[in-house]
């Protein structure tokens, strides 16, 4: 393939991820607005559970399969779960596809340039929209986050939106200070991290919507999860995306030190990973922090973000900093 | 009964000091200063920093002269060598330290103390099962001791129960992971007492040796002598510069290189090497940095008399990604003194000389636009003078002249003239010490370690009891308690229950648990 049939390709892909990433939020959407059903009382407390007769009742025959008990206690029409089910299936199928196409969007801006995808923003945000589908698939692989899709789907497309339309530029070398093997290890870090910061974004803003409807007494949306296991599944993704993140910002300082003879100087790109990180270790200090588990430690966990996305794109784009090579 | 009640002692100095350090390590606290310190980094990313750009920083002050001195005085460009951001990430590092130490003695305790022996009730543990064997119950333990310590648990063996303990290193970890921080900022402290780092420009053609007068910028930590420098030097034999000419990205720098030949220490012989943006050349420790590069035009000027006053090529600083650059020639012992003032572009816009704006990096039409100045430069008022800027208070523009290379401009005035004769290319280099640098590493990967450790060890704790019951048979409970929420709890008692249950296939054996979800 020429250069001009390979930029056709890529761009083509990245487009039609986009547009299958569209019916996918519709799908999503759908099945979130059919959810109206409520999550009955689930099951006693701990506490009740206390003589061989009332645990009589839950007995099961094995351990994994005890959450079929729980949706047998959710009320609710049956159509209008089979709806919602329905719709979420497709959407997932449809965030599969959109991975993929997105992939060889990437793939081939890849071979178009010669090099790793990453030498400007319209590189990095097509790829960081790779990484928060990827890590919501592969999260999805091992537990059911279809309810989440809807919430990853709309700023990957966001962010998709921004690349092809404010951030696009042609294909170009890279700028010295950007050719290094540091570049894949420091970049792909950081990416993956993206995806996991926006993915607990996501599930910390639900469960603080969450909580608020359990405060009041209702409680919420049934496809949505109870707000202390959104929280949870906000720490696990965080526990993951913390020492990875604090490696992406190793990596970076010893490419720095390398690149510019110092291993941190506080250009306003470090300084703003640096209160990432420092954003994410309160989180996890928040949650162990007597008063701070709950809806704080969320806050604290959508503060990150912010962060994140401030040095990804105020930086970037605003501040003058060594680190500007967006290409806009 | 009555009420229980508090009372507390006087508190006293003493008390004081306990409940202020109380205070001081607990984890609201730390939460607290944590959150400060990401506070009080963020102005150090909006207003430009004197380690960074003194330039920028001079300039802020100088346009907005009432906010300026005040912004400067409250250590806003300076923010992260500033008292009070020292204050925040050192009360956090005492906080640390008292967190830290107590938090080991008790860890070291627990790692050599036995598990708490099983509860009564085990079923009302939130994850416990219980199921009938046909093997006795000293079997039961047996297999379950063997299983336990096969798998590293640490163990209580009572006369009809087991207790097991496992994940201490889930705590090790954490500590790990804060003690390396502690590592980190001794690393930090270590490079700046006793580094160094200093910014040289040097001309194609030209050398430098490793003595602070060669430098145009050093600075040293408080333990870093001039002597401490090494004695090395390098000479700038050649400098390589493409740029991209692409449509894209037209005019971004697609490669830059130097080629030095360098002595290790006066007298050696010299070795050849490039440096390059991401492979510094490392002397001795201290480690050369390519970090920017220009033009330095070359001047001819001449007297009334034909005599050449001055030849050679000049530094100028590019100001714009075309490489329009600004500097100045100064002639001190003529007299009047004579100054020129030059924008250099390396392209100049084609045809006409539309003005000083250069419209592509490379050397492809380059061309100097002079304006010369004649008077008293002030050299003599002792204050030290920049050498790429003319004073020209007490000077008098005698014109302006545009000239391609090769030509030559006969100054109005007739006291002489000056020639463009070429250029020749520079290369800055930073070159820099940090013996704390490699300790700062080693912290940060013994703190990633830690952290793993941390946050993806679990510590639980598991219990078995086999007992026989009124018909004889033995009947076994399981219970375990993680110490954060765990999805895997159940599965590892399931293992436990196939360990010490008479088939692989316990179908028939029921278990009890709680519903989780
Ligand atoms: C330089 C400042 C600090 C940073 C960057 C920091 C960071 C962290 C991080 C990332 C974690 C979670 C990972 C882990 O469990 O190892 C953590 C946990 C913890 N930190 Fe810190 N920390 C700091 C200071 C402190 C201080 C001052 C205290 C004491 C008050 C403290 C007490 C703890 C405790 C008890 C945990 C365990 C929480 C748990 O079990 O989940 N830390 N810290």
């Known amino acids: ?328 | 009964m009555s009420k229980p009640e508090l009372i507390l002692p006087p508190m006293g100095a003493l008390g004081f000091v306990r409940y202020t350090w109380r205070q001081l390590t607990s984890m609201k606290t730390a939460l607290i200063l944590l959150f400060l310190l990401a506070i009080a980094s963020v102005p150090g990313s909006i207003f430009p920093q004197r380690g960074n750009n003194p330039l920028r920083v001079n300039e802020w002050i100088a346009d907005s002269p009432t906010s300026g001195p005040i912004f400067d005085a409250l250590g806003f460009f300076d923010v992260y060598s500033s008292p009070w951001f020292a204050a925040v990430y050192l009360l956090l590092f005492i906080s640390l330290i008292g967190c830290v130490l107590p938090r080991t003695k008790v860890h070291w305790r627990a790692m050599f103390a036995p598990p708490p022996p099983a509860p009564r009730n085990l079923l009302r543990l939130p994850e416990s099962m219980s199921f009938e064997v046909s093997a006795s119950a000293n079997e039961v333990l047996a297999r379950g001791r063997k299983y336990l310590s096969g798998r590293r648990w640490r163990l209580l063996v009572a006369e009809n129960s087991i207790a097991a303990e496992k994940g201490f290193l889930r705590e090790t970890g954490n500590l790990l992971f804060h003690f390396s921080l502690i590592l980190i900022l001794v690393a930090i402290a270590l490079g700046g007492l006793f580094g160094w780092k200093g910014n040289v420009i040097v001309r194609t053609g030209q050398g430098f040796s490793n003595t602070l007068t060669q430098y145009d910028a050093w600075g040293g930590g408080r333990f870093t002598g001039a002597s401490r420098l090494s004695p090395f030097s390098f000479t700038l034999e050649k400098f390589n510069v493409e740029f991209d000419r692409g449509e894209a990205q037209r005019g971004s720098p697609k490669l830059f290189e130097a080629d030095v030949t360098f002595r290790r220490l006066p007298g050696t012989e010299a070795e050849n090497a490039r440096i390059e943006v991401n492979t510094p050349l490392e002397i001795d420790g201290a480690k050369v940095f390519l970090v920017g590069h220009g033009y330095a035009p070359h001047f001819v000027v001449r007297n009334a008399g034909g005599e050449i006053t001055f030849d050679d090529t000049v530094v100028f600083l590019p100001q714009d990604g075309n490489f329009t650059s600004t500097g100045v020639v100064k002639i001190p012992d003529s007299d009047p003194q004579l100054g020129f003032q030059g924008i250099f572009v390396p392209t100049a816009a084609s045809n006409n000389l539309r003005g000083p704006i250069s419209t592509f990096p490379g050397p492809d039409d380059p061309a100097v636009f002079m304006s010369a100045w004649r008077g008293d430069m002030g050299l003599d008022s002792g204050a030290p003078q920049s050498v790429y800027r003319l004073d020209t208070a007490s000077m008098d523009q005698i014109g302006i002249v545009a000239l391609r290379q090769g030509q030559i401009w006969k100054l109005p005035d007739g006291s002489g003239s000056i020639a463009f004769t070429g250029y020749q290319r520079w290369a800055s280099f930073q070159i820099a010490y940090d013996p704390g640098k490699e300790v700062a590493l080693l912290g940060a990967v013994l703190a990633i370690t830690g952290l793993l450790l941390s946050l993806f060890i679990r510590r639980r704790r598991v219990w078995i009891s086999a007992t026989v019951n009124s018909e004889g048979v033995t009947v076994v409970q399981l219970a375990g308690l993680a110490r954060i929420e765990s999805a895997d709890l159940p599965g590892e008692l399931e293992l436990i229950r196939d360990a010490v249950s008479d088939l692989p296939d316990t179908a028939s054996a029921t278990s009890t648990d709680e519903i989780r979800e």
């Open chain 1, 1 to 328: 393939m020429s250069a001009t049939q390979l930029a056709a390709a890529s761009n083509a892909a990245v487009y039609a991820s986009m547009v299958t990433l569209t019916f996918a939020m519709v799908a999503f959407a759908i099945s979130f607005a059919s959810g109206r059903r409520r999550v009955a009382v689930l099951a006693p407390a701990p506490q009740e559970i206390d003589s061989a007769g009332s645990t009589a009742l839950l007995i099961k025959s094995t351990v994994s399969t005890q959450s079929t008990v729980l949706t047998k206690s959710a009320g609710g029409t049956p159509t209008d779960d089979q709806t919602g089910r329905r719709s979420a299936n497709i959407g997932m199928s449809l965030t599969w596809l959109g991975f993929v196409l997105l992939l060889a969007g990437v793939v081939l801006r890849g071979v178009w340039a010669g090099r790793v995808p990453w030498g400007n923003m319209y590189e990095f945000s097509i790829t960081a929209a790779l990484g928060i589908l990827g890590v919501f698939l592969l999260v999805s692989l091992r537990r059911d986050v279809r309810w989440l899709g809807l919430f990853i789907v709309i700023p990957t497309l966001l962010t998709l939106g921004l690349a092809v339309t404010v951030l696009y530029t042609e294909a170009a070398q890279l700028v010295p200070a950007l050719k290094s093997y540091w570049l894949i290890i420091h970049v792909s870090a950081a990416i993956i991290c993206s995806g996991a910061f926006t993915l607990a974004a996501a599930t910390a803003g639900l469960a603080l919507v969450q909580s608020r409807a359990e405060r009041r007494g209702k409680s919420g949306r049934a496809r949505v999860r109870t707000a202390e296991k959104l929280r949870t599944l906000t720490y696990r993704v965080l526990a993951f995306a913390f020492p990875l993140w604090t490696f992406a910002v190793v990596a970076g300082a010893i490419w720095a030190e390398n690149a510019w003879g110092r291993y941190w100087g506080w250009d306003p790109k470090e300084t703003w990973a640096f209160i990432t990180w420092v954003i994410y270790a309160a989180y996890l200090h928040a949650r162990s922090t007597v008063g701070w588990r709950g809806d704080r430690a969320s806050w604290v966990a959508i503060a990150g973000w912010a962060a994140f996305i401030i040095n990804y794109f105020g930086v970037n784009i605003f501040i003058n900093s060594l680190h500007s090579y967006s290409g806009v």
